[in-house]
DNA sequence: CACGCGTGGGG
DNA sequence: TCCCCAAGCGT
């Protein structure tokens, strides 16, 4: 395997976008913020909603002292509610058991509410800079590519993060820009739908290029059907009762016009269920 | 491990 | 237009 951290870090330091999470002391919490929003939405969404954010809760403690509907209504229209009241969650966690501060190592943040393999390691690396693999679907692509030849990468996997680890140098600075630089490549250069081989750092070094790009079939998992979904019922609820403000709607006036009113009760109970939905006298509301 | 979970922009 | 996609996580 040839070394691909060269050309990445020389590459990283010419391209990478000016994103707020990436200027000098940002700051754990900030990092920790901007990784839960960027959870399966696009950056610049993320970036007017994150500024808000912080500037309402500049630390996991004031975050913490506020209801955890106050973290979904501040959430807006990102989508994935639920990455509220889990970000919510993680605050208080982070006040109860780390004295507020953040905290540096794998274990400790892999044990807080809404963060798994990626975010752990993605707020340890870039926030405090340890050595650890970073792992995201555009570091899975792009591995999938350059190391395996395939076009495609399969669905996330024990393994991503031994193969991550192959690539990073020993430093620890530069095992940080490796992380940030594959998943860039990724985001800018060898997107899902194209690969732009003509400005990539590494496309002399790409197995799946030398091999004239082969398509190996997609293994990866596709996005369930929206139309007609449980969760399209529940975006419908969701829409309904944000535009109804602060009073409560009686539950058969809330998404009154869909179609299937069984899906539309499902989904009701289900929002119930999950804390992004209240129930007054019968009537209906966002949590307060 | 495969599935459910929002919302909106771009090719 | 419509379909695909977007720094995943919990169950």
């Not at 395997?1 to 990283?12: E, F, G, H, N, Q």
């Not at 405090?128 to 590519?145: C, K």
């Not at 400005?199 to 059907?225: E, F, N």
């Amino acid at each position: 395997m040839p070394d691909l951290a060269t050309p990445l870090i020389a590459w990283y330091r010419d391209n990478a976008r000016d994103l707020p999470w990436r200027a000098e002391g940002f700051g754990a919490w900030g990092v920790l913020v901007s990784e839960f929003m960027l959870q399966q939405t696009p950056v610049a969404r993320v970036i007017p909603l994150l500024e808000a954010w912080l500037t309402r809760w500049p630390t996991p403690t004031a975050l913490a002292a506020d209801p955890p509907a106050a973290a979904v209504a501040q959430w807006a229209n990102l989508g994935y509610p639920r990455r509220a009241l889990w970000l919510h969650r993680a605050a208080v966690e982070i006040r109860d058991r780390h004295d507020g501060v953040v905290p540096r190592e794998v274990e400790a943040l892999l044990a807080l509410t809404g963060i798994g393999d990626y975010t752990a390691r993605a707020v340890a690396v870039f926030a405090y800079g340890e050595r650890h693999p970073v792992v995201d679907t555009n570091t899975r692509r792009v591995i999938a590519r350059a190391v395996d030849g395939r076009s495609q990468p399969g669905p996330p996997a024990r393994g991503d993060l031994a193969a991550m680890t192959a690539l990073l140098p020993r430093d620890d600075q530069d095992a940080a820009i490796v992380n940030a630089a594959m998943m860039e490549l990724g985001a800018l250069v060898c997107t899902a739908r194209a690969a732009r081989c003509d400005v990539c750092p590494i496309s002399a070094l790409c197995a799946w290029r030398a091999a004239g790009y082969p398509d190996t079939g997609d293994l990866r998992r596709k996005q369930a059907a929206y139309e007609g979904s449980d969760r399209q019922a529940r975006g419908a609820v969701l829409h309904a009762l944000r535009a109804a403000p602060s009073h409560a709607l009686p539950a058969d006036d809330v998404a009154a016009d869909w179609p299937t009113p069984a899906q539309r009760d499902r989904a009701i109970d289900s929002l119930i269920v999950d804390g992004l939905v209240e129930v007054v006298d019968g009537n209906l509301r966002l949590p307060q």
